[in-house]
């Protein structure tokens, strides 16, 4: 059996044999978005070092633990914090989880993120809803031996984000009053902020925003045939857009004060999500 199968199963294995159905929806935590998975009821919260082949989070935001329970009527397993390809695990490593997912029949995934806002009319605490990406930098996590029974060796990506997904998101912001941006995501290999050069290409090339994850998972996640949501939370301005020193810190800091913002709205969506 190939190794990375053999890793995917084992690890859906461990998880499924610790929760007590499948999840409706997997949720994707960015940095300093971990208090979504706060909301989860009776929550069940497994560690991811007693996850076999999980890797532990070296990121502050990052806290290590998968959640698995009920969030708005659905049943949702939370990862809260991410695995990043800039911590130094190959994309195979870095795109496991979302595999694992699939593996354990999960249909549907939520991917949140912290980034950079390159678009003009986008300001710190802004909520972005995911349309596209570009994926130029990042190596593709599809590489190597297709896993034929997660999907076909070139897989279509020109509706990633699922354009149903996207019209119920937009209907709930409006039902909340929240005021829900839409727009392209960069990937950036990190973990250095881009140069003002590469925000000036990016922006050039049609990006709204930037960061440092989400685009493995996704592509994997539609490779694996689920349907993805992508919500970004714009912590700052991208290189050279304000005068302003990018720092990991302060990324946190406005996740913290926009957060009840993304959880109202991410409860609101899981609600709907069908």
Same mark, same amino acid.
């Given at each position: 059996?190939?190794?990375?199968?053999?890793?995917?199963?084992?690890?859906?294995?461990?998880?499924?044999?610790?929760?007590?159905?499948?999840?409706?929806?997997?949720?994707?935590?960015?940095?300093?978005l971990g208090p979504l998975a706060d909301e989860i009821e009776n929550p069940i919260v497994l560690s991811y070092e007693n996850i076999p082949h999980f890797?532990?989070?070296?990121?502050?935001?990052?806290?290590?633990?998968?959640? %698995?329970?009920?969030?708005?009527?659905?049943?949702?397993?939370?990862?809260?914090?991410? %695995?990043?390809?800039?911590? &130094?695990?190959?994309?195979?490593?870095?795109?496991?989880?979302?595999?694992? %997912?699939?593996?354990?029949?999960?249909?549907?995934?939520?991917?949140?993120?912290?980034?950079?806002?390159?678009?003009?009319?986008?300001?710190?605490?802004?909520?972005?809803?995911?349309?596209?990406?570009?994926?130029?930098?990042?190596?593709?996590?599809?590489?190597?031996?297709?896993?034929?029974?997660?999907?076909?060796? %070139?897989?279509?990506?020109?509706?990633?984000?699922?354009?149903?997904?996207?019209?119920?998101?937009?209907?709930?912001?409006?039902?909340?009053?929240?005021?829900?941006?839409?727009?392209?995501?960069?990937?950036?290999?990190?973990?250095?902020?881009?140069?003002?050069?590469?925000?000036?290409?990016?922006?050039?090339? &049609?990006?709204?925003?930037?960061?440092?994850?989400? @685009?493995?998972?996704?592509?994997?996640?539609?490779?694996?045939?689920?349907?993805?949501?992508?919500?970004?939370?714009?912590?700052?301005?991208?290189?050279?857009?304000?005068?302003?020193?990018?720092?990991h810190s302060e990324v946190v800091a406005i996740a913290k004060v926009a957060e009840s913002k993304l959880i109202t709205l991410a409860k609101e969506i @899981?609600?709907?999500?069908?």
């Amino acid at each position: 059996m190939n190794e990375l199968l053999l890793k995917i199963n084992q690890a859906a294995d461990y998880i499924s044999s610790n929760i007590p159905c499948t999840p409706d929806i997997a949720i994707i935590l960015g940095s300093g978005l971990g208090p979504l998975a706060d909301e989860i009821e009776n929550p069940i919260v497994l560690s991811y070092e007693n996850i076999p082949h999980f890797v532990q989070s070296t990121v502050k935001g990052h806290d290590g633990k998968l959640v %698995f329970g009920q969030l708005s009527g659905k049943n949702v397993i939370a990862m809260k914090g991410r %695995f990043h390809y800039y911590e &130094g695990h190959d994309m195979s490593i870095t795109t496991l989880p979302t595999r694992v %997912f699939a593996k354990m029949g999960i249909k549907n995934i939520m991917v949140t993120n912290a980034a950079g806002g390159i678009n003009d009319d986008f300001n710190p605490g802004d909520l972005m809803l995911i349309k596209d990406h570009i994926t130029l930098f990042c190596p593709s996590p599809l590489r190597g031996p297709n896993l034929e029974e997660f999907g076909a060796r %070139f897989p279509d990506m020109s509706d990633i984000y699922n354009k149903y997904l996207r019209i119920m998101a937009n209907n709930a912001a409006e039902r909340l009053n929240i005021d829900l941006k839409e727009g392209v995501y960069s990937f950036f290999n990190g973990p250095q902020y881009e140069s003002k050069a590469d925000i000036i290409a990016l922006k050039t090339l &049609g990006a709204d925003a930037t960061g440092m994850s989400t @685009v493995p998972e996704v592509i994997v996640a539609k490779h694996c045939g689920m349907n993805v949501l992508g919500l970004s939370l714009i912590t700052n301005k991208a290189a050279g857009l304000s005068n302003e020193k990018l720092s990991h810190s302060e990324v946190v800091a406005i996740a913290k004060v926009a957060e009840s913002k993304l959880i109202t709205l991410a409860k609101e969506i @899981v609600k709907d999500w069908n």
